[in-house]
Nanobody, 118 residues
Framework: QVKLVESGGGLVQPGGSLTLSCAASESISRTYVMGWYRQAPGKQRELVAD???????KYGDSVKGRFTISRDIAKNILYLQMNSLKAEDTTVYSC????????????WGQGTQVTVSS
């Protein structure tokens, strides 16, 4: 089973930018969708963004226009470019993989902490 390792989290000021990366241990099947999720304490996990291997993207309403998901298929890396960060973006971000025909991911990374604070 593919393994996912996130990196790039950290502390950033409000209005700043950060790029997260997710390295997959092997090539991602074209039937899979890779995505970023986040879950703040006391809240439900929410989809940040996902992308099919064909390049179709979907974003959560709270990040539309600020975040951009992309992938480098040759390097097996998923990215999340986050701009105009807000305090409410603070939480752990996790990379995931799911079958395109299924709603829920079946592989998760360990997560990376993003903290937006002055």
């Amino acid at each position: 089973q593919v393994k996912l390792v996130e990196s790039g989290g950290g502390l950033v000021q409000p209005g700043g930018s950060l790029t997260l990366s997710c390295a997959a241990s092997e090539s991602i099947s074209r039937t899979y969708v890779m995505g970023w999720y986040r879950q703040a304490p006391g809240k439900q996990r929410e989809l940040v963004a996902d992308i099919t291997m064909g390049g179709l993207t979907k974003y959560g309403d709270s990040v539309k226009g600020r975040f951009t998901i992309s992938r480098d298929i040759a390097k097996n890396i998923l990215y999340l470019q986050m701009n105009s960060l807000k305090a409410e973006d603070t939480t752990v971000y996790s990379c995931s993989v799911r079958e395109r025909i299924l709603p829920n991911p079946h592989v998760w990374g360990q997560g990376t902490q993003v903290t937006v604070s002055s």
